[in-house]
């Protein structure tokens, strides 16, 4: 005789005796419990919403049911646990309930031995499996253009030793600890906290006392962020952004226990490292400054309060993460390439000259560089995949550091020989949502990170970006199953659905090339569209299907272009523009501009343009459509999501609200069927801050 069982992540599900078994360990499970475990089986995605557990499980009995359903989810909880499985389990979903995230395979075992459970055993531990599934996973690399989706690999072949090391914990509070940087004693870490809607604040960590807690170093309501040590440590520069957006980088001089303005007009992303000091002396600071179509390096004279420009970047280009290298060598930085999707880490000497370390590559998420080593420790993209190299001067990787989770910013003690990495655990997930009444009527989620959805009004297929095949491909989910259209193509940017066929444009890059292709979602074929030398990103479809527009970038020029399909290319007039919508007829079109907050209204008859709102935050750039009459948006408080909509009386009424940072930033809101909507939803944002004790 035979009866089903379930291989649920590294434990086995007997459905004829209702255990749960690990290892050498079972549980016996109640009958609600199993029941609600084997409704998480069943669902599709594995979600289960509260009210369809009571409308199953408890027969629509709302009394009952709402005791028994919290019991049941935390005794499945519990379950796991006392089979010590420690790690993440069921994920809360914001509007549609849980997820049950664990691995799960059908197994036929005979019955005959009721204790067969116990003998099947899974060919990895938990933790071996959370470990691969983490390494698939890739960060959203914030920047300007929203999103950088390349296969790459340094000019040189990486190393194949790993540095030996031992791991620690440093910080394990609910929240995101972000934006590190240990002093030069090695004693103390400063960071920035964030959790819920609370806005991040800089805290210091004393690192001699394992249970010390964080120490809050600046008071008022202000975003703070991008702390950085003087010489001496006893100082510490941050940036803080004011109630009405200002940057300003401010010193806190922790002695004397005073806080002071230096300078305004600073650059700040959420993510971005911005700011240093000068390692020989506690008087010049080195900051990311916004310039009107740039972001360069300035050196500042706290002293002398004079400024100087140090980088000279390009057009639509983003200098940080600055560096000061020891005995005079110059500067090192990360150049962001917002018209290529392109990233290089480069060094300037004192003579302005820059050099290659690394060049044009997908993503450079942060660095930081050891004065007693002469070296860097970069967090990269190395072949699709996360990685924290040590690397020369000269761009050769010297060896990698063993990771676990999303690395993002990274901190080096030439003191201790300590590294320090802020590791994120962050997944997304789809929701297609009505207006009306706020109901989900789909959801698009899996183990791995889908995102940045486009719908198909003619087929009812949904485009997605994900990273399930390691690469970004764009997917296509018709209810049923989701496939991949372009597998083995490259790394995918966000598609564009058009409105009245089955095509759709989407940019793949592939060994440093980067191409725009029309591809069709039933033949699944491709074809590549010519517009020349231009670095096409931000793509959108006319209302009639007839002609596409993107942002296009040549020798450092970038305007809104619009390729019709019979293969006319034409520049649209309007200054700084990073997104653009067709609104109410074709002459109108509906845009964002570089690094700037807001909506702009844009008459291509008159080559006259109004902005309609400035609540779209800069970020944001991609998230807004035009749809019967109104424009969408996303707008972001300290409390609150919301998606608003605003007609031509420029009238702005709130449609539906998600706690703070619940929606993911620059592609994250898109039509659906004019009945409803898409967007990018995050299940949770947290990161801890882990350290790797260096043996060389």
Request: include cysteine; glycine fraction near 4%.
């Amino acid at each position: 005789m035979e009866s089903v069982q379930y291989q649920i992540g590294p434990c086995v599900l007997d459905c004829s005796i209702m255990t749960l078994s690990c290892d050498d360990k079972t549980v016996k499970l109640s009958a609600k419990v199993f029941e609600l475990l084997k409704l998480f089986i069943d669902s599709p995605d594995h979600i289960v919403s509260r009210q369809t557990a009571i409308d199953v499980i408890w027969d629509g009995n709302q009394g009952v049911g709402e005791k028994g359903f919290t019991n049941s989810v935390w005794l499945i909880r519990k379950s796991f646990k006392d089979l010590n499985i420690e790690d993440e389990l069921l994920l809360t979903l914001p509007k549609l309930g849980y997820q049950l995230v664990l691995p799960i395979e059908t197994i036929t075992a005979q019955t005959s031995n009721p204790n067969q459970a116990n003998q099947i055993q899974p060919a990895n531990t938990y933790s071996r499996w959370m470990v691969k599934v983490f390494s698939l996973m890739f960060i959203l690399l914030l920047s300007y253009s929203g999103y950088h989706f390349f296969k790459t690999n340094f000019q040189t072949e990486p190393a194949t030793s790993n540095l030996s090391t031992i791991k620690n914990k440093v910080t394990n509070f609910e929240g995101v600890e972000e934006h590190i940087a240990v002093s030069n004693s090695g004693e103390l870490l400063a960071l920035q906290w964030r959790s819920g809607d609370l806005l991040g604040k800089i805290y210091l960590k004393d690192l001699r006392n394992n249970d010390s807690p964080l120490k809050l170093i600046s008071f008022g309501e202000y975003e703070e962020a991008s702390p950085a040590w003087s010489a001496t440590d006893e100082k510490l520069a941050y940036i803080r952004l004011s109630s009405a957006g200002a940057c300003e980088v401010r010193v806190r001089n922790l002695l004397q226990n005073t806080d002071e303005l230096v300078t305004e007009g600073c650059f700040y992303l959420p993510y971005k490292r911005v700011l240093t000091w000068s390692n020989s002396d506690d008087d010049t600071l080195i900051f990311a400054k916004q310039l009107s179509d740039r972001v360069a390096l300035f050196s500042y004279s706290i002293g002398t309060q004079k400024m100087a420009q140090l980088t000279e970047p390009g057009k639509n280009e983003i200098d940080f993460s600055p560096h000061e290298l020891a005995n005079n060598q110059g500067v090192a930085f990360i150049r962001e390439k917002s018209s290529s999707l392109q990233m290089s880490l480069l060094i300037q000497n004192a003579a302005g000259q820059l050099t290659d370390v690394i060049a044009n590559k997908v993503a450079i998420v942060d660095f930081d560089y050891s004065t007693k080593d002469n070296l860097f420790f970069v967090n990269h993209i190395d072949a699709a995949t996360l990685a924290i190299s040590k690397v020369d001067l000269k761009g050769q990787i010297i060896s990698t550091v063993s990771h676990e989770g999303l690395p993002s910013s990274v901190s080096f003690s030439n003191a201790t020989n300590t590294l320090y990495i802020s590791e994120h655990i962050s997944k997304e997930y789809i929701a297609q949502i009505n207006y009306d009444d706020q109901k989900v009527v789909r959801t698009i989620s899996s183990s791995s990170r889908d995102l940045y959805a486009r719908y198909s009004k003619t087929t009812d297929d949904i485009l997605f970006l994900s990273n399930r095949s390691q690469l970004w491909s764009i997917w296509k989910n018709n209810q049923i199953s989701s496939k991949n259209l372009t597998r083995n193509m490259g790394n995918a940017g966000v598609a564009a659905t058009s409105p009245t066929s089955q095509m759709f444009a989407v940019t793949i890059n592939s060994d440093d090339k980067q191409t725009l292709f029309l591809g069709n979602t039933e033949s699944e074929l491709f074809e590549s569209v010519d517009i020349g030398d231009l670095a096409a990103e931000n793509i959108s479809w006319s209302k009639d299907g007839q002609a596409i527009y993107f942002k296009g970038t040549e020798n450092e020029q970038s305007a809104i272009y619009r390729y019709s399909l019979n293969h006319q290319l034409q520049p649209i007039k309007f200054g700084r523009g990073n997104y653009a919508v067709e609104g109410e007829t074709a002459n109108i079109l509906y845009m964002s501009r570089f690094n700037l907050n807001g909506i702009w209204r844009f008459d291509a008859s008159t080559n006259e343009s109004i902005q309609i709102t400035d609540r779209l935050a800069k970020y944001d750039f991609g998230s807004f459509y035009y749809e019967n009459g109104f424009v969408y948006f996303i707008e972001r408080t300290n409390q609150e999501d919301k998606i608003q909509r605003i007609n031509a009386d420029l009238e702005t009424e709130t449609i539906m609200s998600f706690p703070a940072n619940t929606i993911r930033k620059f592609f994250g809101l898109s039509s659906a069927n004019e009945q409803s909507l898409l967007l990018t939803l995050k299940v949770a944002n947290e990161a801890d801050i882990t350290s790797y004790q260096l043996n060389n």
